[in-house]
């Protein structure tokens, strides 16, 4: 990487001190004006008179250089400095801008403009003062010297600094932004014929030749070209580029739906979430937290054909996790028996679990349901299939604990202690989660009368409990089963 020192850090400090009219102090002698006598030869700056829009070979007036540019199908070279108290800057224009061999060959691709900032402003006009002052803030100039690289509307490609080596190394430094700049007119230009996501493709390798702020921040015409055409973010741009907003956006039609949900009758929040979604391309996750305030809508008006066919959007939404996938196809069977179509249920739920024959979540909600619906036997057969397939040893126990208590509801209480006992012996699984498992055992046991083993279960999970935080949670817990007893 080449070595560019900005006058940055510590520099910026002593730059800023002396733009408020002290002179930096400095600990060797900054190289030497340049002397007049050094510019003969050199290519004069084209138009009006030196005092008023050039500096030598440098033109001071912005408009007249990118005029000039345009011209004669130059890049603009564009010099921040502070020339009189900036030690870099300085530096810079004794080392490289002062030497014919940089300035001959430059001046060649490049047109040169000078924004200074001097501490002595008594030979600048109020007119050059406004217009540094305007492209300083417009460029976001924090340190000097920068030096830019810009096409002749006044884009910059690239941004540099001082860089040691002399006027051949530091030409060589910039011919290889101005080579960027030719690359991102040619993917530009290639752009203008194209429509669709291959205009997208080809303005974002344009703006990719770019460092990220300069793209970000002189850009925002291109950045919004490409997000209109990537406006449902298939190729993954509008989410490169509009993060931070549709982020913002996002949560403002969420809440927005939250509040027209709580406010409205349910058949206008109806009529209000589908305008507020409409309003952005929300991605899946997101479209989910929507689409789920229309589903309580639905099912509180009792359209329950509706409610089934927006469940069914749901699950077949592109981009979902296979999580939230999961809890939806749960959730359509939990719809079902709210509704009184138990048999659809659990036919639903045997279609999905030969889909996703894997998945022990789904097993599980079918053993769930059978609960509900008093077939305990089925779902102990249920939990017995959800357990093998069961990825996590808190998972694992969770079902667990739904088993025994079918057990329970079938009067096979020393089978359902049995089970909690089983995970308990076991090697394979860690104290923490025994801890939780013992006090679920524990609750079934004052359930049924045995309070003597039930103290000695809660006994045994504050043993086994791997923090504080859950000691803390867990004598909480036996203080409140105390209490119901």
Known sequence: MVPVVLCL?????????????????????????????????????????????????????????????RKENKSVLINFTGSDWCSWCIKLEGEVFSKPDFSKDALEEFVFLKLDFPSDKSNQSKKEISQNEELKTKFGVAGFPSIYVCDSQGRPVAKTGYLAGGPAKYLTHLRKFREKLIERNELFALAAKE????????????????????????????????????????????????????????????????VVVNSLPPQAALIEIEKAMKEIALPANSKIDALQQKLYLLK??????????????????????????????????????????????????????NTYPQNAALVTAKGEILDMLEDHEKAVEAYDAAILLSGGSESMAE???????????????????????????SDEHPDFVKADLLIQKAMLLREVGRTDAAELAEKQALERAESEEQKSELTELIRQLQEIE
């Not at 520099?11 to 002290?22: K, P, S, T």
């Not at 009006?48 to 070979?57: H, K």
């Not at 088993?403 to 909690?420: H, Q, S």
């Open 9 to 69: 850090c510590g520099l910026i400090f002593q730059c800023e001190y002396a733009l408020n009219g002290q002179q930096e102090k400095e600990s060797e002698d900054p190289p030497k004006k340049i002397d007049p006598q050094q510019l003969k030869g050199l290519i004069p700056a084209e138009g009006g008179a030196p005092e008023s829009t050039s500096d030598g070979y440098w033109l001071i007036d912005a408009e007249k250089a990118f005029a000039q540019a």
């Open 195 to 258: 429509s669709g996501a291959a205009k997208a493709e080809l303005l974002d390798r344009g703006l990719g030749l770019m460092d990220e702020g300069i793209a970000t921040s002189h850009y925002e015409d291109v950045i919004k070209q490409i997000v209109t055409l990537d406006k449902e973010n298939k190729l993954g741009l509008r989410g490169k580029y509009y993060a931070a907003q549709d982020a913002e956006e996002r949560r403002r039609i969420l809440e927005k739906v939250d």
């Open 300 to 353: 509180s008006l009792q359209r329950n054909n509706d409610a089934d066919r927006l469940l069914d959007e749901m699950v077949s939404l592109d981009g979902l996790t296979d999580d939230r996938r999961e809890r939806i196809l749960i959730q359509k069977a939990y719809n079902f028996v709210e509704t009184k179509r138990n048999a659809a249920a659990l036919v639903f739920l045997d279609e999905k679990i």
């Open 399 to 425: 079902i667990m604990a739904m088993k025994a208590y079918a057990l329970v509801a079938l009067e096979r209480v020393p089978d359902a202690i049995e089970v909690f006992q089983a995970f308990i012996d």
